[in-house]
C-alpha cells in the first residue's frame, strides 16, 4: 500500500490528475508497489521493456554512458510522473538507464495490463498523446535553451524546476529536497563541474542561494527567476 504522502503525490501530479475518475480508479486498481534503495536498476539500455511506472516517492535518474564511457545523467523523474510508455507503445527496447535516486517508491503496471488499460479505456490514449506532447516540447525548450541561453540562466532555470518538483518550504527560504552533487548539475546543463561551480558560487554572493554540503537553499526565488530570464 501506499502510504498517505506517496498517494497524495500520484493523485496530485499534473497528468495523473486531469484524467477521469474511472481511469486513475482503473490504473491504481493494476499497479503494485515498489520500494528500492538508493541506487536500485529500473531498466538498461538496450532491454525489453515490460513495465509502465509512476513515481510515488523519491526520484528516478534516467542516464546514458557517454562516449568515454562515463554514466551521466540527462533528467530526473520527480513524484508524480509517469514514465515508460513509449517504449510500450513502439515495441523497441530502452534507450536509457534508470535507477532509483535515494530511497524510491513506485507504481509499477505490467505490459499486459497497460495493454488492457488502453484497450478499455480509450481516453488513455488521448491522456498519452498530451503527456508526450508536452515531453516534445520541453525538449524543443531544453535544445532552445542550450543553444541560445547562458549557463547562469540555464542553471537558474534548473534550479526554479527542482524548486518546483523537491522544494521544501522553510519561511522565507526553499530548501531543494534532492540531493545533487555538483557533478550532477553540471551533467544536467551540459557544462563542466567547474563552471557550475563558479555559477553556483556568484548566485551565492549575489544573496540568490546558499550552497551546503548536500543541499542547495533558494533564498530569493525573485532573484533565481531573474536570473532565469536574462
Given at each position: ?75 530526473y523523474v520527480e513524484p508524480g510522473t509517469w514514465f515508460g510508455d513509449i517504449a510500450l507503445f513502439d515495441g523497441l ?16 503496471i505490467r505490459k499486459p495490463d497497460f495493454k488492457e488499460l488502453l484497450a478499455q479505456h480509450i481516453e488513455l490514449y ?92 533558494v533564498l530569493s526565488r525573485d532573484k533565481l527567476l531573474a536570473a532565469a530570464e536574462k
Amino acid at each position: 500500500m501506499l502510504t498517505i504522502d506517496e498517494r497524495h503525490n500520484i493523485d496530485s501530479g499534473a497528468w495523473f490528475s486531469s484524467l477521469s475518475q474511472g481511469l486513475q480508479a482503473a490504473i491504481l486498481a493494476r499497479a503494485y508497489v515498489r520500494r528500492l534503495p538508493d541506487g536500485t536498476s529500473l531498466a538498461a539500455r538496450g532491454q525489453p521493456a515490460e513495465d509502465w511506472i509512476g513515481v510515488a516517492k523519491g526520484a528516478v535518474r534516467v542516464s546514458s554512458v557517454s562516449l568515454a564511457g562515463k554514466q551521466v545523467a540527462l533528467t530526473y523523474v520527480e513524484p508524480g510522473t509517469w514514465f515508460g510508455d513509449i517504449a510500450l507503445f513502439d515495441g523497441l527496447p530502452r534507450t536509457h538507464d534508470a535507477s532509483a535516486h535515494g530511497p524510491t517508491t513506485l507504481l509499477v503496471i505490467r505490459k499486459p495490463d497497460f495493454k488492457e488499460l488502453l484497450a478499455q479505456h480509450i481516453e488513455l490514449y488521448e491522456a498519452l498523446l498530451r503527456l508526450n506532447c508536452r515531453r516534445l516540447r520541453l525538449m524543443f525548450n531544453l535544445i532552445e535553451d542550450l543553444n541560445t541561453k547562458p549557463l547562469r540562466a540555464r542553471l537558474a532555470k534548473q534550479l526554479l524546476l527542482l524548486a518546483k518538483s523537491y522544494g521544501i518550504a522553510q519561511g522565507e527560504e526553499i530548501r531543494i529536497g534532492l540531493q545533487l552533487a555538483q557533478e550532477d548539475l553540471a551533467q544536467l546543463l551540459g557544462a563542466s563541474r567547474q563552471r557550475v561551480n563558479q555559477e553556483l558560487k556568484e548566485l551565492e554572493r549575489d544573496g540568490v542561494l546558499r550552497v551546503e554540503p548536500t543541499r542547495l537553499v533558494v533564498l530569493s526565488r525573485d532573484k533565481l527567476l531573474a536570473a532565469a530570464e536574462k
